[in-house]
Nanobody, 124 residues
Framework: QVQLVESGGGLVQAGGSLRLSCAPS????????MGWFRQAPGKEREFVAA????????YYADSVKGRFTISRDNAKETVYLQMNSLKPEDTAVYYC?????????????????WGQGTQVTVSS
């Protein structure tokens, strides 16, 4: 059983930065793509970013492209989401997810394990 643990969320002013981390417990995730999703109050969960097993391929939602960067350190078994130029509309609970394959995209069915989420709040 894979458990994913997110950290790094918090309260930040608009224009600020945060870096989220996701690490697994129980099993390695180095053979799989990884992704980040978010869910704002009253809204459906939406895709944010994904990274392939090797880290050579990344994919972003249009709303975060150019501001967010997904990366991974397989030696540390950690995935990161660097979030810059944050906006109030980025406020959400952010979830880390493990892909079923070595690459994954924006569809939630491509992921089979999810973390509990970390809250990101951006004040205006």
């Amino acid at each position: 059983q894979v458990q994913l643990v997110e950290s790094g969320g918090g309260l930040v002013q608009a224009g600020g930065s945060l870096r989220l981390s996701c690490a697994p417990s129980g099993r390695t995730f180095n053979r799989n793509a990884m992704g980040w999703f978010r869910q704002a109050p009253g809204k459906e969960r939406e895709f944010v970013a994904a990274i392939s097993r090797s880290g050579g391929m990344t994919y972003y939602a249009d709303s975060v492209k150019g501001r967010f960067t997904i990366s991974r350190d397989n030696a540390k078994e950690t995935v990161y989401l660097q979030m810059n130029s944050l906006k109030p509309e980025d406020t959400a609970v952010y979830y880390c997810a493990k892909g079923r394959m070595v690459v994954a995209g924006p569809n939630s069915h491509e992921y089979d394990y999810w973390g509990q989420g970390t809250q990101v709040t951006v004040s205006s």
